[in-house]
Nanobody
Framework: QVHLVESGGGLVQVGDTLRLSCVVSERSFTPYYMGWFRHPPGKEREFVAAVVWSNGRQYSADSLKGRFTVSRDRTKNTVYLETDVLKPEDTARYYC?????????????????????WGQGTQVTVSS
């Protein structure tokens, strides 16, 4: 069973930055994509960014491009999400997810249904 464990969230101030981490528990598991999603209060969960595990290629939500950077460290079985200066609207629970397989359809790696494994999330609250 694959477990994903996020960390790094918390209560921060406007203008702060964060680095969220997600550890993949099972070292023998090789995902194709690792993704980050977030669930703001009162809204639907949305895609933030994804990275191809093998080569590090990154994908970002157009609405957030330039503000969030995804990366991975295969030696640590960990994927990261680094934020730019945070705003109150970045308040959300942030989830990492793992997709086993490549998908060819344009934009598919931003779709929740492509990801089979999910962490419990880490809360980020941005206070003004």
């Amino acid at each position: 069973q694959v477990h994903l464990v996020e960390s790094g969230g918390g209560l921060v101030q406007v203008g702060d930055t964060l680095r969220l981490s997600c550890v993949v528990s099972e070292r023998s598991f090789t995902p194709y994509y690792m993704g980050w999603f977030r669930h703001p209060p009162g809204k639907e969960r949305e895609f933030v960014a994804a990275v191809v595990w093998s080569n590090g290629r990154q994908y970002s939500a157009d609405s957030l491009k330039g503000r969030f950077t995804v990366s991975r460290d295969r030696t640590k079985n960990t994927v990261y999400l680094e934020t730019d200066v945070l705003k109150p609207e970045d308040t959300a629970r942030y989830y990492c997810a793992a997709a086993k397989n490549f998908c060819a359809r344009y934009g598919c790696n931003s779709q929740e249904e492509e990801y089979e494994y999910w962490g419990q999330g880490t809360q980020v609250t941005v206070s003004s």
